[in-house]
């Protein structure tokens, strides 16, 4: 992304960091290889010799989502393996196994009843599926924002790997039961209603899923700029303290070249550090909408730039594919 070039979206987004949240645990050790290639201890525990559940119809879960839930069941449970139950079905995209979340989350531990964690009463916590344990990925895999989603999770896809954690009263072998509230996703590309720009501007060519191809109208550049979304998506506006993730390309109106290609890879970072017209032009832009910026140089790179190369003067024409944002 232009002015500040932005990390790769995995680094960029912010872990839970709670001592019992799913991925408190080094990032190594919490993804799903590690949590479930992982054996139980040899020796007993207070979880592990009870007898394990196939269901959920033992745990009750009551509360109106966006509130705290009261969860209650028979003391201890366990479960065989992650099983999920939708308790409210949203209507938002999907999430994707190597995407990102933002949750509000109630932990309890199967074997005491315990609350271990929650965000309920603080701010919600935003993640990426592929960093966090086995269960809680599986769990919010293909689940939809605005959800509500209960999860089980029994030790072998949970904190047995990491020999349970001490901090949060977690023992080899607990099964974990959370409440999750998905407040949104990110998407893997556009999607909604293509709007037709206005005419003057540059024609932008290629499906949802494709590189964006565009083509420079003769005469002038213009003088002021323009933001318009070329797909509206539904998700989550973006805030003036956000963290976006996106992918997008630059043009030259002066050559018509490509001179930016931040495209193959989505990255992430701070709408505060990039050039005035991202700023300006992605603020109020919806997850999910591809956007058409063009900039003027007071808007764009006033002197030029280096990386990329935009000489003193040129108008830049950007296509960006908003992909997600988040608190910073």
Known sequence: MPNARLIPVVAGLLLLTACGSPSATPSTSTSPSASTSA?????PTPSSTVKAQNSLDGITVKGAIG???TVTFDKP??????????????SGPKASADGSVTMDYY???GRDGKNFDESFSGTPATFPLNQVIAGFGKGLTGQQAGSRVLIAIPGADGYDAMGGNEAAGITVGDTLIFVV???????TEPSGKVVEPPAGLPKVTGGAADKPTVTIPSGSAPTS??????IEGTGAKVAKG????????????KTGKLIDDGFATPTSGALSGLIPGW?????????????LLVLPPADGFPKGSNNPPVEAGDTVVYVIDLLFTQAA
Not at 242 to 253: C, E, K, L
Not at 279 to 291: F, T
């Open 39 to 43: 054996t139980p201890s040899a020796s």
């Open 67 to 69: 509130k705290k839930p």
């Open 77 to 90: 449970f366990a479960i065989d393996q992650t099983r999920v139950e939708v308790l409210v079905k949203g």
């Open 107 to 109: 932990g309890v531990n």
């Open 181 to 187: 509230d998905v407040l949104a996703v990110s998407v």
């Open 225 to 230: 700029m323009s933001a318009v979304a070329l």
């Open 242 to 253: 956000d963290t976006i993730t996106a992918r997008y390309v630059g043009y030259s109106w």
């Open 279 to 291: 700023q300006s032009g992605l603020l109020g832009k919806k997850v999910g909408s591809r956007v």
